[in-house]
């Protein structure tokens, strides 16, 4: 075994990298408790009066449920899309495979304002008004590519002769997928809809052109932060947000790598 | 007629049965569809209407260079084009020079937990984009975080102005915000280095920082690649940061192309601006793979 060097200071930067993240974010959550519109140090006092603010506006109400209902509805469009493109690129020789694995992830690299403006030509073109709905449809395209990585990673990750043994055995190719790989990649099915539902439900850009009346939360969000008075119980939102999908990530996750033997590798992949 | 008919369906249902291709093909139609139908077609029209022009609510469709004349012609959109990918390569060196430390000790020194570690570096990535980038208004504003901490140490009498809305502000949010981009990919690929390779750089007497130089380095360059293309594409286009900290001297190509849209109306401009930056991005991105290939091929 080569010889390790550098551990502590390695170990030292870790942790400071990590406190380099956390810190901006971890703001949120400690003037959100601040009992004071003024967002500064010092502290002034520990309320939970912005939680009970935002709680009561029934803005914030009717935005989180739409950011719910695009979510979900993306959520599941671009797992379900993405489901049988997954087993396509891994189990067949398929001609043209790689370009539509390209294709389904060049939105990666496209910048999200160029995605949002190019759907609002089409829709425009095509006399579609702007709602819920495309605004799904935008989150649907920027999910696909997350869905098809984590199902590809899962199905990469169990054994191909369950599959064919219950051909063997005389099973249809249909019934084989709902007996036998279905279960098996569960697990990612389940993670592939949770990072997809959090792709959408943090989108900003692609919503701010394609909504129409009715605001998703960060849409919300976006409007609140030009007023200085509402600030406080943007920040009560903003640690809301970030206890529950700080748990979403960790369900996601140890979800997506149970079964796995090797589940550190699945998360990087 | 009929029995040709049941024939040739029969013989199509043969040739599916028999062929992966065919199988494979029809379950990525879905797919294909949608991202043809969602991504490719918008984008087609997209560039259309970069070479159109607008005549008061109409649209005129005579092609013409008009708007990239205005979009490359016009110093102060020439400016922002500079600007948006200075911004962005900045980001994107330090970013990637911060992450691959992280990522290296995740690999490499990290074995049991490496599972924590992960996901303990993707959680503020989940966390409300739009926030993350407020957080460091929060931090870096005229009463914000590092002035009222500074000022009630009696380290300072004045809040310092030059920490927020510039291109400095700019970069270090977004050098946080995009973080997990650029440690995901380069773990990748330290991961999968053969560590016998490192034994055998050991055994032939290499020290540790010619054996990194020559195998870690080298063998890890395809996800240092492939989180700068990562960083540098998208950021380049980012419009929330530029906004929200980067002020007047901070703005970038991105609050030109939303002004087109959404207040000045001017779509076709907007579109050739947004096209123009897309082909410079893509021209930057392409020389900085091929130097830093170049600059692998002489380490070796």
Known sequence: MAKKSGGLGLFLYAVFYLAFLYVPVLFLPLFSFNNSTFIAFPLSGFTTQWYQQMFADEAVQQALFNSLRVGAIAAVAATT???????????????????????????????????????LILL??????????????????ICVPFAITVLMSRMEGFDESLEEASLDLGESGWMTFWRVTFPLILPGVISSLLLSFMV????????????????TLPIYIWGQLRFPYKLPSVLALGAMILVASTILVVIAEVVRSYGLKDRHKMVGA | MTGVEVGSVGRL????RRSEAARGLLLLSPTMAIMLAALAAPMILLALYSFWT????????????????????????????????????????????????????VAFRVDKTKFVWLILLTIPFWTSYLLRVFAWKLILGYNGVINSGLMSLGLIHQPLEFLLYNPTAVVVTLAHAWAPFAILPIYVSLEKIDRSLLDAAADLGDGAVRRFLRVTLPLSLPGVIGAAVLIFVPTTGDYVTPTLVGGSGGVMIANVIEEQFDKVGNWPLGAALAMASMAAVAVATLLFVAALRAAAARIR
């Open chain 1, 81 to 119: 899309l993405a489901l049988p493109a997954a087993k396509a690129l891994t189990r067949y020789r398929v001609p043209g495979g790689s370009a539509v694995l390209g294709l389904a992830n060049l939105s990666l690299f496209i910048p999200e304002i160029v995605l949002g403006i190019s759907l």
């Open chain 1, 124 to 141: 425009s073109v095509l006399g579609i008004p702007l709602s819920l709905w495309t605004v799904t449809l935008g989150h649907v395209v």
């Open chain 1, 200 to 215: 959408s439900f943090d989108d900003f850009l692609i919503a701010y052109f394609l909504v129409g009346n009715d605001a």
């Open chain 2, 13 to 16: 249902a043969r040739f599916y």
């Open chain 2, 54 to 105: 607008q005549d008061g609510y109409a649209v005129n469709t005579q092609p013409t260079l008009a708007q990239y004349a205005t979009s490359l012609g016009r110093p102060t959109y020439r400016a922002l084009f500079y600007r948006s990918i200075e911004i962005s390569a900045a980001v994107t060196l330090i970013t990637v020079l911060l992450a691959y430390p992280m990522a290296y000790f």
